[in-house]
């Protein structure tokens, strides 16, 4: 929090209640606007799987979700939605995003 006692805007914020193991999410560009967090932790749950996951924030962030085009594991690129997620793992979407 800050002096204001407002949340910051990189506060994290928790999904879902739970202690355990966490998944670590990051949204970035537009998705993190359309989803008001640029972080947040999931619960991990046995057998949870990449397109779990989106499936669950797509419920909870539906618009930001439909920005997501790109996808990463732990720093890999990501393609496969039946990829199993691990407790600690950290996920990133991307929007499509051009350059020069």
Do not use: W, Y
């Not at 928790?14 to 359309?34: C, S, T």
């Not at 947040?40 to 909870?60: Q, R």
């Not at 990829?83 to 990133?92: G, K, Q, R, Y």
């Amino acid at each position: 929090m800050c002096a204001t006692g407002r949340k910051t805007r990189r506060q994290e914020r928790r999904v879902e209640a739970g202690r355990g193991a966490m998944i670590k999410v990051l949204f970035f560009g537009p998705i993190a606007a359309a989803s008001g967090a640029r972080e947040l932790s999931i619960a991990h749950s046995p057998g949870m799987t990449l397109g779990h996951l989106k499936n669950m924030l797509a419920a909870a962030h539906p618009e930001a979700m439909r920005l997501a085009v790109m996808l990463a594991v732990n720093g890999e690129h990501a393609r496969d939605l039946a990829m199993p997620l691990s407790d600690n793992s950290e996920v990133a979407f991307m929007a499509k995003f051009s350059g020069g």
